[in-house]
């Protein structure tokens, strides 16, 4: 597509539920990225995929949080048992390719989670 | 440890005049450095970036931002700001050109008519 597409834009969700939030790239590019933005601070990033494999999962915050990818294009992040801490935008991101190679990173609209 | 500052939370200026948002970093080299711009529920956009050669770089909406060393900052200029460019401006930086951006906190420009 032109840019990166996130669903769904906003959720709201009660504790201890699960979300799934979905990214699709922009097409052909290689690398894809997940960052978190909790109100009134910066980006933190969560995870990154070359391609389907995921060598860079050091951001996420714990073992509730998982994301997957397939066929080289849409991703997954998961989190389970919801809690209120998770409350953010979740943003995802894509680069031609990743690793060190200085891409630019294009960013997607966001998914706005809300648990209550 | 990296990090990137932005001084100042929030700003506001009138419509016409100038503007300059501040950045500084923490990096040992020179790192690659971004500009994005987040309009309300908006995603965010590239506004410029640097990664070598010429310290003053020219963006898209009419903004520039100058690179200096010897001050570890990357400065956000534009000469007359638009009731448009209101929104929150994030100065990143990727260490030795890598995906793990680190971003700064955001300035939110408020723009009065």
């Known amino acids: 597509g032109a840019g990166v597409s996130q669903s769904p834009s906003n959720k709201v969700t009660e504790k201890g539920k699960d979300v799934e939030l979905r990214c699709d790239p922009i097409s052909g590019h290689t690398a894809l990225y997940w960052y978190r933005q909790r109100l009134g601070q910066g980006l933190e990033f969560l995870i990154y995929?070359?391609?389907?494999?995921?060598?860079?999962k050091s951001g996420l915050p714990s073992d509730r949080f998982s994301a997957e990818r397939t066929g080289e294009s849409v991703s997954t992040l998961t989190i389970q048992r919801t809690q209120q801490e998770d409350s953010a935008v979740y943003l995802c991101?894509?680069?031609?390719?990743?690793?060190?190679?200085?891409?630019?990173?294009?960013f997607g609209e966001g998914s706005w989670l809300t648990v209550v | 440890a990296q990090s990137v500052t932005q001084p100042d939370i929030h700003i506001t200026v009138s419509e016409g005049a100038s503007l300059e948002l501040r950045c500084n970093y923490s990096?040992?080299?020179?790192?690659?450095l971004f500009w994005y711009v987040q309009s309300p529920g908006q995603g965010l956009q590239l506004l410029l970036k640097y990664f070598s050669g010429d310290t003053l770089v020219q963006g898209i909406k009419g903004f520039e931002a100058e690179f200096k060393r010897s001050q570890s900052s990357f400065n956000l200029r534009k000469p007359s700001v638009h009731w448009s460019d209101a929104a929150e401006y994030f100065c990143a930086v990727a260490p030795g050109g890598t995906y793990k951006y680190i971003f700064g906190t955001g300035t939110r420009l408020k723009v009065l008519a």
């Open positions: 995929f070359q391609g389907n494999s995921a060598p860079d």
């Open positions: 990096y040992g080299a020179t790192p690659y």
């Open positions: 991101a894509s680069s031609i390719t990743g690793g060190a190679s200085g891409n630019t990173i294009y």
